[in-house]
């Protein structure tokens, strides 16, 4: 093999979303010589699919003049069912006014009210409301923003690049190795600081609002470097996707005033949550559809009606013009004159790469933020509008974290990488060399199937362990599959396969972790342990391998402001 072609920066970023977007303006702008590495352009990025809109207490909307950071930060730890590490959720809601102004002043549009100032909306599990919107494209408006930014500052963006492995050096990561996507070739990136914000993994799950690329590469790659993944457990079903598609139709809708009803026309929330009613957090509307579902007061093929139709055609075009065209193009119906079918779906991962409040991973020179990461701000469950938050958030503290660790890491060691290539590259070809029958896109359906039947939104032992079981036949299928194109340019079979094997990890160990937490906590409902169990489980579990072995443990949790309490609504 020649001489692999090695990239040699201060920083790596791997993923081009908001959290890496964030991350790298803040390094080129300290002068750093700064890459954003990414597998699709980053205006593809999940990013630009958020709708509803990012939490700030600015108290601009009428009645929520005295809000404030704290109340803020009450709601996000009352929403994550206490689970949220309180320090961090303390940073994210203190930062939290400064980060949208200043998106406004790089050139966010967003919506405003008649007085000129951001307008806000209330969301679920919100004491008062506090999202700040561009209509219903908000994550469109903030990418594109953030992208201008980052390009305007000469960042080495990567783009089509798919990052395979992550390099070590001993006890410290120092790069990683990357497919260049439209010729095959395999590069290696070399740098004393590396940092995931590779996203969700939403696509592990059948039924998920995630975009394809969501595979959840970053908690894979750390997971193989040796750190471990925080609470995996916690995964967030979207109670409102749109029937057949799942596509998200966003809780921007219930916050503008749209209601959910059963087949008999009832407002059944009333009778889950009766002070939020349609507003209630996310894990308590996701469990109250499906068990009306299961009841029997769904509409055939199990969904409830969103009815948006008493807001007017007015308010609908200049709040939510996305979700209605999303409904009109998918399922046919105009929710200016019909209710939306929808039903729950996979939306978001509250676990991920274990970091400390400083985005800093346990692998020095290793750092995580955004989705793929588990700070934790969310808990158990989060509410609508803090991620975003939380990607531009921790995204410029991470940066600052690189930043101060810079001189003291070593630099980069371009032969080690080049070294990394060549294993990386050896793995590759033997597993382009393999033949059979097995395929990825086989094994991805029925693996999505296994953790949506085992894994879904409630949950006991018995089904988790035949779920478990499932995963692990899974795994050895996986080490057989091959690839049919044994190509270089733009080897898509290739990839899948590649993201295929980091999602049967994920899935083990969101299997795990539900398996060792025996109480209902968020989003995590065991009809077994119904429950929330304060003395045994209010703790972080982590998942690690150990020779290829997955082990969970458990680390704590950091309370200080907020008592736990009994979570009412
Ligand atoms: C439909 C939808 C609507 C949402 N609406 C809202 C909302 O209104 N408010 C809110 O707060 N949250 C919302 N969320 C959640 C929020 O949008 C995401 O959590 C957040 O945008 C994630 O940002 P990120 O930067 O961490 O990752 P992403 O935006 O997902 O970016 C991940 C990046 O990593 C790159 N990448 C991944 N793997 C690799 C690899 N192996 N090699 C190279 N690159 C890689 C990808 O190319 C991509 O650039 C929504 C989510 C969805 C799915």
């Given at each position: 093999m020649p001489d692999p072609v090695v990239h040699t920066h201060d920083v790596c970023i791997i993923g081009g979303g908001l959290a890496g977007l964030r991350a790298a303006l803040a390094c080129s702008t300290a002068g750093l010589d700064t890459a954003v590495i990414s597998k699709v352009h980053p205006l593809r990025s999940h990013s630009v699919a958020a709708q509803g809109g990012i939490n700030a207490a600015l108290g601009n909307a009428e009645g929520a003049e005295h809000d404030d950071w704290e109340a803020h930060a009450f709601d996000t730890v009352k929403g994550s069912d206490y689970l949220a590490d309180q320090d961090a959720v303390a940073r994210l809601c203190r930062d939290a006014p400064a980060a949208v102004i200043e998106l406004e002043h790089m050139g966010t549009v967003f919506s405003r009210r008649d007085d000129g100032r951001i307008a806000q909306r209330p969301f679920g599990g919100?004491?008062?409301?506090r999202t700040c919107y561009a209509a219903d494209r908000t994550g469109h408006n903030l990418l594109h923003t953030l992208y201008e930014q980052v390009t305007a500052r000469g960042t080495r963006v990567y783009e089509e690049y798919f990052v395979t492995s992550l390099v070590r050096n001993g006890g410290r990561c120092t790069g990683c190795t990357a497919i260049a996507i439209p010729s095959g070739e395999l590069h290696g990136f070399s740098a004393p600081a590396v940092l995931l914000?590779?996203?969700?993994?939403?696509?592990?799950?059948?039924?998920?609002?995630?975009?394809?690329?969501?595979?959840?590469d970053g908690g894979a790659l750390a997971l193989r470097a040796g750190v471990p993944l925080k609470d995996m457990e916690f995964v967030q079903f979207h109670p409102t996707s749109l029937f057949g598609t799942n596509i998200l139709i966003t809780e921007g809708a219930r916050g503008e005033g749209a209601i959910l009803k059963n087949r008999g026309g009832e407002r059944f929330m009333e009778r889950y949550a009766p002070a939020s009613v349609d507003l209630a957090p996310r894990d308590v509307v996701a469990r109250a559809i499906e068990t009306e579902i299961s009841a029997g007061r769904g509409f055939p093929g199990g969904f409830v009606h969103l009815d948006l139709t008493h807001l007017g055609a007015e308010k609908i075009m200049e709040r939510l013009p996305g979700i209605r065209q999303i409904a009109m193009d998918f399922?046919?119906?105009?929710p200016i004159l019909e209710p939306v079918p929808v039903q729950p779906a996979q939306h978001y991962s509250m676990g991920g790469i274990d970091v400390d409040i400083d985005g800093?991973?346990?692998?020095?020179?290793l750092y995580a933020a955004g989705e793929c990461a588990c700070v934790s701000v969310h808990g158990a469950n989060r509410l609508g509008g803090n991620s975003l938050l939380e990607t531009v958030v921790f995204g410029r503290l991470v940066a600052n974290t690189m930043i101060a660790d810079l001189p003291s890491l070593p630099p980069p060691d371009g032969a080690l990488v080049r070294e990394a290539v060549r294993a990386e590259k050896s793995r590759i070809d033997a597993i382009l060399a393999r033949n059979g029958d097995e395929r990825a896109p086989a094994i991805l359906r029925d693996m999505k199937a296994a953790m949506f039947e085992h894994f879904g939104i409630f949950r006991d032992e018995t089904t988790m362990r035949e779920g478990l079981a499932a995963i692990t036949a899974l795994q050895e299928r996986c080490r057989r599959a091959s690839v049919g194109n044994k190509g270089t340019v733009f080897n898509q079979a290739l990839h899948r396969l590649l993201e295929l094997e980091g999602m049967l990890l994920l899935a083990e160990a969101v299997a795990r972790g539900a398996m060792f937490r025996k109480e209902s906590r968020g989003s995590h409902t065991r009809t077994d342990f119904p429950d929330r169990n304060d003395t045994e489980f209010l703790v972080h579990t982590l998942a690690s391998l150990d020779d290829g072995k997955m082990a969970i443990t458990q680390s704590p949790v950091t309370l200080g402001m907020f008592e736990p309490r009994e979570r009412v609504y």
């Open positions: 919100a004491g008062v409301p914000a590779t996203g969700g993994f939403g696509r592990i799950f059948s039924r998920s609002t995630n975009a394809l690329i969501n595979t959840g399922a046919g119906v105009d800093s991973t346990r692998l020095p020179g």
